[in-house]
């Protein structure tokens, strides 16, 4: 009688530990889709080339401006002096 006791105690601690690994299992794949639902989509920053220079030509900062900065402008540089 204690051999079968053991058995069905073994049997159950199996069971609960089976069941609670796939409920763990179901949870977090509901949780982990839930988060990405959640999560907008990366989206484009902007419509500009990357590693086109386009120099500000307003008359404000024009007016400010020193004579090599203007020509590394012209010349489609990223100005490097002030």
Do not use: C, W
Not at 29 to 36: D, F
Not at 60 to 77: F, K, L, M, P, Y
């Amino acid at each position: 009688m204690i051999g079968v006791r053991k058995t069905i105690a073994a049997a159950a601690i199996a069971g609960s530990m089976l069941v609670g690994g796939v409920a763990g299992a179901v949870l977090y794949g509901a949780t982990t889709l839930a988060a990405q639902a959640a999560s907008p989509s990366p989206s484009p920053a902007s419509t500009t080339t990357p590693g086109k220079f386009v120099p500000n030509e307003d008359a404000t900062h024009e007016a400010g401006e020193s004579a090599a900065r203007e020509a590394q402008e012209n010349a489609g540089q990223v100005p490097t002096v002030p």
